[in-house]
């Protein structure tokens, strides 16, 4: 246990998510152990005896997080209520107390994945492995990285900007993610053995996580190779994919694909549509901001846009299509295929950037960071004007 | 409670009187429903024999059953295994608990034993006892399509009439409650069958609340490819685990002497797929429809059946896995168990099963001839009247379904934790050491599984008293499920509080256990997975299971659950869990 709390403990600063030193987890099999001292530790032991799980993560956030979710939360906020996909589906809503007790951690963990606590930081539990509160801690930063700029955004185009949310903004902007010019080089294609491809579809996903195009670690990548799709499996963390990439017939003739990612049917669907090879799939933070930046206030399909949005929109030459995650009715394995034919790249309604190529994941790769370079440009551009 | 009734049936089958009794609601709250319920009524009485007349047989809705929560359309059957002596309950689908709850009816309690055999019928208000002498020995087919228009029907089939231990219950024809012998008990009262039909409309607290409750959960499960996926559930059926646990190298082979099937990727859902060419079917209020009927009417077996009548007994023919699946539920028998008691008598009697011995075999132990009546007692007596009992694959006499414990350890721990013998539903750790949900966990390792288990056990027992579909909880949580319940029954509740009362539920399961006499010993799988090694390839390792660490990890278990060393509860957490009623 002790080694997976250090583990989450290192991965949630190399995401910049926490400073170093800072991020305290404890893991609770028969006995409790914390990955370092903390004056914190009495009041999160009650926490652990109040609640049904095995794993608190409790720490405060890396800038730009920390000024952002200490403007959302501030006044009288008891929860924050972000738009973004992955919250919508997972997460629902991210309560807000102000006390440090285990009192209020506890009520508010007993309905939800996460509790912010206003000017200490955000509490996460898991009850299978710390991976889970690790997750939701990203979620929660994830989400109000998107929602702070999506939130400026709108009230710049109403006039209603704050001072104290432009004094956040900027000194958000001094901590945004810096892209390369250049995209690295990726093994090239075509592959001459299995192994190959594992390795190409592993490299790949690193490089995602290194270039920080995902929303930590979470995203999923995928390689057609005869007639196999080799996939990143479910909740894999793109820095680790060794061991946890699934090969499934592209006919259908084996299963093996029930423990694939959730957009394995999109995957499939946009193969089969585009005649390509590889696709990557991140959640870059500006394409996912942009998406979700519509001037048309009094739309019908507002505050469904993520399912219905009846317009058809771009960014640059990128299209942005809804569809929530998997399969259901409103699943993006239904929306995004078609639009991918004759695409570099389609961005998915407050979700994330899809982008293509074939034989190997260098032209994948390079769409992947120019359209969230482009976002971003974008995005800064509106922030400027305002 | 607004969305309950607390109204229960109970019939008296030596009397053949009946009343109505209304709980109250205090007593809901604290049980929740189905199994909680269930627990109830059984818990006076478990000391006693399995088959005798005071002994109840349950059937118990939850409080979203009935109601527009998605998968909430079970019932939890309930009462003492003949086979284990332990508690024996099973979360079964179909229509029978929405008919249940339509019909005003949350629980049916039976208790007694007719003079003849007899069948139970109710319509709405009216119930009714009715002669079932023409019915014996008929199949539970055959049942079916004579009571259908009844309503909603539970029935048993020849083999409970022929004393099967292992004899299911069979609702609405293909839903089996299929582990410990329900149907024995059934058939220890006379009772062939139930009908029940309902028309009335379950009251809701608050339908708004409800409606976006049940949104969230149906969100989650289109996110999760297991369920949803192009190889989930819904396209596959139980069916999809298969190619997953094949090339995992933990499918139970040759009464688990190996792990690895060399013809499995011809025996697979896309080979029964092609053979049978199946439509989908399911249970009431779920659009998931796990379940799979060819073209000719054959019902296709479930993942364990498959593995169980293929790979365990060493049979590469899939017509004879579906022709083993059809007898067994035709003759009301756990597939489980039969095949793993086929597998048991090859080994011992170095016998290889052609399909012939096969399908010959399980139709003698229904109808209790030839070699079948030895069988029909289970691998465990079956094992120990040749001399061999260390060769029965079985916990408390239960046998291993389709998982490999040498695969993954947090399922070997859950099989000898589970209240009712070697059950993987109980707390399901192929969720996360196999299918990766909610995260994956390290499947040959001990760490940290002690508390993940008995987490997972108390949300699986609260999941069985709502009564939802474990399935859903692959994707979903019990956040979302506390939010539909609250909505139901205007009771306001949470996550844990919810995992309180399937604590509280699942402890009471030990207490009981403890009661009939369970200690540590009976908490322990065969000698085999400790001495002998699994079929390692593909780059996997299977190493016997490190006996001293599986018995570390059980102890840290007795730890966290609130047991002492031999396993039993101690007084102190009965008093922690507001028990001290049950001493």
Redesign the interface.
């Known amino acids: 246990m002790k080694k997976l709390l250090e583990k989450y403990s290192a991965k949630l600063v190399s995401a910049g998510l926490a400073e170093a030193g800072n991020p305290l987890l404890g893991g609770l099999d028969a006995d409790l152990e914390w990955n370092r001292e903390d004056p914190a530790i009495p009041v999160l032991e009650k926490v652990f005896s109040g609640l049904s799980i095995n794993s608190l993560l409790f720490s405060l956030p890396a800038e730009p997080y920390r000024s952002i979710i200490d403007f959302l939360a501030s006044g009288e906020v008891s929860c924050i209520r972000p738009e973004d996909s992955e919250t919508r589906t997972f997460m629902h809503d991210l309560p807000v107390v102000r006390d440090f007790t285990s009192d209020t951690i506890i009520e508010k963990l007993r309905k939800r994945k996460s509790v912010i606590i206003k000017g200490k930081g955000i509490v996460t539990w898991g009850t299978v492995s710390p991976e889970q509160a690790f997750i939701f801690y990203s979620s929660v930063c994830f989400a109000c990285f998107v929602k702070f700029f999506s939130d400026y955004l709108r009230d710049s185009r109403r006039g209603e900007v704050s001072p104290e949310q432009d004094r956040v903004l900027k000194k958000a902007l001094k901590h945004i993610d810096k892209y390369p010019d250049k995209p690295p080089e990726l093994m090239s294609g075509p592959f001459k053995s299995r192994e190959d491809v594992y390795r190409a579809v592993a490299q790949a996903g690193r490089q995602t996580v290194k270039h920080r195009l995902v929303d930590s670690f979470f995203g999923n990548v995928s390689l057609r190779w005869g007639e196999t799709l080799f996939i990143t499996q479910t909740t894999s963390s793109l820095d680790e994919l060794e061991g946890c990439i699934d090969p499934c017939p592209m006919d259908g003739s084996a299963c093996t694909s029930i423990t694939a990612s959730s957009e394995f049917s999109a995957h499939m669907g946009i193969l089969r549509l585009t005649g390509m090879d590889a696709i990557l799939h991140g959640h870059p933070k500006f394409s996912v901001i942009m998406s979700m930046n519509c001037r048309q206030e009094n739309c019908a399909a507002r505050g469904s846009c993520h399912i219905r949005c009846p317009e058809k929109r771009f960014i640059g030459d990128v299209p942005i299509v809804p569809g929530e995650v998997g399969t259901g009715p409103y699943g993006l394995c239904n929306t995004l295929p078609p639009s991918m034919k004759n695409n570099r790249g389609v961005i998915v309604w407050g979700h994330g950037l899809f982008t293509v190529s074939e034989g190997d994941f260098n032209s994948a790769f390079r769409n992947l960071l120019s359209i969230e370079k482009m976002c971003q440009k974008e995005c800064l551009k509106l922030l400027e004007r305002t | 409670m607004t969305g309950r009734w607390g109204r229960i049936l109970l019939i008296d089958l030596s009397s053949g009187q009946y009343r109505f009794e209304r709980l109250d609601p205090d007593i809901c709250r604290f049980w929740i429903g189905g199994k909680g319920l269930a627990g109830y009524y059984l818990f006076p009485e478990m000391t006693r024999s399995w088959n005798a007349p005071e002994m109840p047989l349950v059937f118990m809705t939850g409080p979203l059953t009935g109601t527009l929560a998605p998968a909430s359309g079970r019932i939890c059957v309930m009462s003492k295994s003949p086979l284990t002596g332990a508690i024996g309950d099973c979360s079964v689908g179909g229509s029978f608990g929405w008919h249940m709850r339509k019909a005003g009816i949350d629980g049916i309690v039976i208790s007694g034993k007719s003079q003849r055999l007899c069948g139970i019928e109710i319509s709405d208000g009216s119930v009714s006892v009715e002669d079932a002498g023409s019915l014996s020995g008929a199949g539970t087919d055959e049942l079916y399509g004579r009571l259908k228009e009844k309503g909603a029907v539970a029935c048993t089939g020849p083999a409970a009439e022929h004393g099967v231990l292992f004899s299911s219950i069979m609702v609405d024809g293909t839903f089996a409650a299929g582990r410990g012998g329900l149907g024995l008990v059934s058939a220890s009262k006379n009772l062939k069958y139930i009908t029940v039909r309902g028309t009335g409309t379950v009251p809701v607290h608050d339908k708004e609340k409800l409606r976006i409750a049940s949104e969230?959960i149906?969100?989650?499960?289109?996110?999760?490819?297991?369920l949803?996926?192009?190889?989930?559930l819904q396209n596959?059926g139980t069916?999809?685990?298969?190619?997953?646990i094949s090339?995992r190298r933990m499918m139970p082979t040759a009464n688990f002497r190996r792990t690895f099937f060399g013809p499995a990727?011809a025996m697979?859902?896309?080979a029964f797929s092609n053979a049978y060419k199946p439509e989908r079917y399911g249970c009431k209020a779920c659009h998931i429809l796990c379940k799979r009927i060819g073209e000719d009417g054959i019902h296709l077996p479930e993942f364990e059946t498959m593995a169980h009548f293929s790979a365990l007994i060493e049979n590469d023919d899939i017509k004879a896995v579906a022709a083993a699946n059809t007898i067994c539920n035709d003759a009301g028998m756990d597939t489980i168990s039969a095949g793993a008691t086929l597998a048991c008598f090859s080994e011992i009697r170095g016998e290889r099963l052609t399909p012939d011995r096969i399908t010959g075999l399980l139709l003698d132990i229904a109808f209790g001839q030839g070699e079948g009546k030895k069988l029909g007692q289970g691998s465990y007596l079956f094992a120990e009247s040749e001399g061999c009992p260390e060769l029965s694959m079985s916990v408390k006499g239960m046998e291993l379904p389709g998982y490999d414990p040498r695969g993954a350890y947090g399922m070997s721990l859950g099989y000898v934790t589970s209240t009712r013998g070697a059950c993987h539903l109980r707390a399901y750790p192929i969720s996360?050491e196999?299918?990766?949900?909610?995260?994956?966990?390290d499947r040959f390792s001990f760490?940290?599984?002690?508390?993940?288990v008995k987490?997972?056990e108390?949300?699986n027992a609260v999941i069985d008293s709502l009564t939802a579909c474990k399935f859903f909880f692959f994707g979903c949580s019990l956040?979302e499920y506390?939010s539909a319940y609250s909505a139901v029954t205007g009771t306001e509740t949470?996550?844990?509080?919810l995992?309180?009362a399937g604590?509280r539920i699942y402890f009471r399961d030990r207490m009981m256990n403890a009661k009939c006499g369970f200690t540590s010993e009976d908490d322990d799988l065969p000698p085999r997975f400790f001495s002998e090694a699994g079929s390692s390839g593909d780059g996997i390792e299977i190493p016997p299971i490190n006996r001293q660490e599986f018995l570390e990890a059980r102890?840290?278990?007795y730890?966290?659950r609130g047991l002492d060393q031999e396993g039993c509860p101690l007084r102190s957490k009965v008093l922690e869990l507001g028990l001290e009623g049950l001493l």
């Not at chain 2, 969100?219 to 297991?226: D, G, K, S």
């Not at chain 2, 196999?434 to 966990?441: G, N």
């Not at chain 2, 949470?494 to 509080?497: E, L, N, V």
């Open positions: 969230d149906r969100r989650l499960v289109a996110a999760t490819p297991a949803t996926g192009e190889h989930g596959c069916a999809a685990c298969y190619d997953l090339c990727s697979n859902s896309h996360h196999i299918l990766r949900k909610p995260v994956a966990t760490a940290g599984k002690a508390r993940i987490i997972a108390d949300m956040e506390a949470s996550a844990q509080d995992l309180a604590e102890y840290r278990y730890r966290v």
